[in-house]
Antibody, heavy 119, light 107 residues
Framework: EVQLVESGGGLVQPGGSLRLSCAAS????????MNWVRQAPGKGLEWVSY????????YYTDSVKGRFTISRDNAKNSLYLQMNSLRDDDTAVYYC????????????WGQGTLVTVSS | EIVLTQSPGTLSLSPGERATLSCRAS??????LAWYQQKPGQAPRLLIY???SRATGIPDRFSGSGSGTDFTLTISRLGPEDFAVYYC?????????FGPGTKVDIK
């Protein structure tokens, strides 16, 4: 059974940093591309970042470029999102989502971790 | 960036009725269009990919159609578990944008 479990969310002040993790199991993690998708309270879904299986290709949405860094450790079956210079509008539930094999839609999602940016 | 528009914003229907949800793209995404269902407090669930292919385990009352810029998700007969928010997503080009969602609620 595919499982994605996020952790690392919490309350952080504006300008602060946080590192999210996603532990994957139930599939060969090293062969799948992965993503972070977020959802602000009461709002819709926003794709944040993508990383290919070998980390050779990385994309970000414009609003997080230069502030967020996606990475992965295939030996540990883990995905990460380093978030720096956090702003109020980064407050959201952050989901880890698997890209379908050689595709760019998301076939499995974690339950999410809440990041709250507030003073 | 491809902008997706979904209509209507809210659809009020009774169980057993047919639901038709629309998603329009600002430019062609070919058939690189997916649909997701999200219930309160839950993660989204993939329903449809490639505009018309059902994901694993999705009942056949869910169907997708369309190509280019106009897409439709149809739920042939609404079950009580189908009342939720539905999002379309294009994955033809980065950024992989979502529509604002259509809420299907009980009339």
């Amino acid at each position: 059974e595919v499982q994605l479990v996020e952790s690392g969310g919490g309350l952080v002040q504006p300008g602060g940093s946080l590192r999210l993790s996603c532990a994957a199991s139930g599939f060969t993690f090293s062969t799948y591309s992965m993503n972070w998708v977020r959802q602000a309270p009461g709002k819709g879904l926003e794709w944040v970042s993508y990383i290919s299986s070998s980390s050779s290709t990385i994309y970000y949405t414009d609003s997080v470029k230069g502030r967020f860094t996606i990475s992965r450790d295939n030996a540990k079956n883990s995905l990460y999102l380093q978030m720096n210079s956090l702003r109020d509008d980064d407050t959201a539930v952050y989901y880890c989502a698997r890209s379908a094999f050689f595709q760019w839609y998301f076939d499995y999602w974690g339950q999410g971790t809440l990041v709250t940016v507030s003073s | 960036e491809i902008v997706l528009t979904q209509s209507p914003g809210t659809l009020s229907l009774s169980p057993g009725e047919r639901a038709t949800l629309s998603c329009r793209a600002s430019q062609s995404s070919s058939n690189s269009l997916a649909w997701y269902q999200q219930k309160p407090g839950q993660a989204p669930r993939l329903l449809i990919y490639g505009a018309s292919s059902r994901a694993t385990g999705i009942p056949d009352r869910f169907s997708g159609s369309g190509s280019g810029t106009d897409f439709t998700l149809t739920i042939s007969r609404l079950g009580p578990e189908d009342f939720a928010v539905y999002y379309c997503q294009q994955y033809g080009s980065s950024p992989f944008t979502f529509g604002p969602g259509t809420k299907v609620d009980i009339k």
